[in-house]
């Protein structure tokens, strides 16, 4: 903030923020550090695996894997939104980041976000409908109808991106330039605007609880049917290899949505909390990380396509 020739404040627009990540000092640092790199490079290694596992092995090529091979590529571009920048953090002493990039940063993390909240969805329609109708399975699911749903995903996460962007950064940040959080996201930038942030509030926990519920909806509704006609089968193998399929699913659901409501979808989410970085480090890094081995330790598919990708590397 200025004080122009009339008299008068003005705001000066920011060309930076200064992100203030976990508090402590170099030690601390340090570790998180370390932390960080191991969740990040998990994260890497384990989603690129299924991304090539899936499109390697012609077993895998069925709608079910599609979606996992999406879900695992979001999984991978939205921990690389947030992690290299705060790595960089950890050893250095300014933690500055540009207007625009934070400006970048919150979109394609908002647009990943919300893209996998939409892929979750979709992932159960696709056990509900395999497990429920199979016999109509191979036409409603057919590759263009997998290809509209998940397009669909990344449009809607990309529509929330814009909202929540364009409406946070037209506000003006004239009290500090220093962000309570190791990224850029909505709450923390909020919380250092100086105008009335109402309609930003109304907007982050409207559309963000709309999305949230509405999805969460279709999971449970999806998966109370699953459940239903898995309870009424005969055959005990084939009623654990279902539940074991879609209880892979249930906890990553479980872990994403969980983490994503308590930031997002409740009134006084843009309150300040230290707690609530704790809780970003879940669905920004663990998450990814764990994504992969949920899907890969519990399904029996992916773990002989592993093996036989391996046999294949070993052979040449």
Same mark, same amino acid.
């Given at each position: 903030m200025s004080i122009a020739k009339n008299?008068? $404040?003005?705001?000066?627009?920011?060309? !930076?923020f200064v992100l203030e990540d976990f508090e402590g000092g170099s030690?601390?640092?340090? $570790?998180?550090?370390?932390?960080?790199?191991?969740?990040?490079?998990?994260?890497?290694?384990?989603?690129?695996?299924?991304?090539?596992?899936?499109?390697l092995d012609a077993r895998l090529h069925s709608p079910m894997y599609f979606f996992l091979k999406n879900l695992s590529?979001?999984?991978?571009?939205?921990?690389?939104?947030?992690?290299?920048k705060a790595l960089a953090n950890f050893l250095s002493s300014s933690k500055v980041i540009t207007f625009a990039g934070c400006a970048t940063q919150l979109f394609f993390f908002s647009l990943l976000a919300t893209s996998e909240a939409f892929l979750l969805a979709v992932m159960a329609y696709?056990?509900?409908?395999?497990?429920?109708?199979?016999? $109509?399975?191979?036409?409603?699911?057919?590759?263009?109808?997998?290809?509209?749903?998940?397009?669909?995903?990344?449009?809607?996460?990309?529509?929330?991106?814009?909202?929540?962007?364009?409406?946070?950064?037209?506000?003006?940040?004239?009290?500090?330039?220093?962000?309570?959080?190791?990224?850029?996201?909505?709450?923390?930038?909020?919380?250092?605007?100086?105008a009335d942030t109402t309609i930003n509030e109304l907007l982050l926990f409207g559309i963000c609880g709309l999305i949230i519920v509405g999805t969460t909806l279709v999971v449970l509704v999806s998966y109370g049917y699953i459940t239903v006609t898995i309870l009424r089968m005969h055959s005990g193998g084939g009623r654990h290899k279902l539940f074991s399929t879609c209880g892979s699913h249930m906890t990553a659901v479980s872990l994403f949505y969980g983490t994503v409501f308590v930031m997002y979808a409740q009134p006084g989410?843009?309150?300040?909390? !230290?707690?609530?970085?704790?809780?970003?480090?879940?669905?920004?890094?663990?998450?990814?990380?764990?994504?992969?081995?949920?899907?890969?330790?519990?399904?029996?598919?992916?773990? !002989?396509?592993?093996?036989?990708?391996?046999?294949?590397?070993?052979a040449t």
């Open positions: 008299g008068n $404040l003005s705001v000066r627009p920011l060309q !930076e030690q601390t640092q340090a $570790l998180l550090f370390a932390l960080f790199l191991v969740l990040y490079m998990v994260a890497i290694l384990g989603n690129l695996t299924m991304i090539v596992v899936i499109t590529f979001v999984d991978l571009c939205y921990s690389s939104v947030i992690a290299p696709d056990r509900f409908m395999a497990i429920c109708s199979p016999l $109509l399975y191979p036409i409603t699911m057919r590759p263009s109808v997998c290809a509209c749903l998940v397009l669909s995903s990344y449009c809607g996460g990309c529509l929330n991106s814009i909202l929540q962007t364009s409406f946070t950064f037209t506000l003006p940040f004239c009290n500090s330039n220093h962000i309570d959080h190791f990224f850029c996201d909505v709450p923390p930038l909020i919380q250092i605007a100086c989410a843009v309150q300040p909390m !230290e707690q609530g970085k704790v809780v970003s480090v879940f669905y920004t890094l663990v998450i990814p990380m764990l994504n992969p081995l949920i899907y890969s330790l519990r399904n029996k598919d992916v773990q !002989e396509a592993l093996w036989r990708l391996g046999q294949k590397h070993t």
